[in-house]
């Protein structure tokens, strides 16, 4: 075999250099996963928690309601949230974490927060997360039917959205990847707007939000 020549020495090994260089600038290039204490993370995981609850509310709703505008604004939020629970799991599922925060403590992506300490005067109080329904709320809600159904199905629904656009807006103003900034973005925006329809919906029945915890 002929020896190779300096120059073509010289070159190949110029050619493998430049190899692993453009190697080492494509893996900075590629997207970090956020780790398992990240507000990413948790606020997949938790959010994903949150909206499971107003997804079963909303069936019963669609279930129970007598009036259609309460019935398609239940339909409206089982069907927006349930796909943001599916978008959430997700990335979760490609970041390699757990769909539960089982471990690593509930709203601890929000430590060090005034929403953190409220959340945790809320846990003594039953509510797993800001603005959630207590397990005796829901027994209730199910319980009924008619316009109390409707009412206490929309100031639950109403406290239930105002915890989790706190929680979103956390979620767009701190998270680190593009997806969860998005995708909590358009969070607070569409629950926003459901909001509106809540509050007016309890108007319409003579009925107030509740009062603030």
């Not at 430590?111 to 953190?116: E, F, I, N, P, R």
Request: hydrophobic share 45%.
């Amino acid at each position: 075999m002929r020896a190779l020549s300096s120059r073509q020495v010289l070159l190949a090994v110029v050619a493998l250099l430049a190899v692993l260089v453009l190697g080492v600038l494509a893996g900075r290039a590629l997207p970090t996963a956020p780790g398992a204490n990240s507000v990413d993370v948790g606020f997949s995981r938790d959010m994903t928690t949150h909206h499971s609850q107003a997804v079963a509310m909303a069936y019963t709703a669609i279930q129970t309601a007598p009036s259609p505008e309460v019935r398609q604004l239940a339909v409206d939020i089982a069907s927006t949230q349930g796909n943001q629970m599916g978008r959430m799991q997700q990335l979760l599922l490609s970041w390699d974490q757990p769909l539960s925060s089982a471990g690593t403590g509930v709203m601890a992506w929000m430590a060090g927060t005034s929403l953190h300490a409220r959340h945790e005067a809320e846990q003594a109080q039953g509510r797993i997360m800001p603005g959630m329904a207590t397990a005796a709320e829901t027994a209730r809600l199910g319980s009924e039917t008619g316009q109390a159904f409707e009412v206490d199905f929309l100031q639950l629904m109403l406290r239930h959205h105002a915890g989790g656009i706190e929680m979103a807006q956390y979620g767009a103003d701190h998270a680190t990847t593009a997806q969860v900034r998005t995708l909590a973005a358009a969070i607070v925006t569409s629950q926003r707007a459901e909001t509106q329809l809540l509050t007016d919906y309890l108007s319409a029945r003579g009925a107030q939000p509740l009062a603030a915890s």
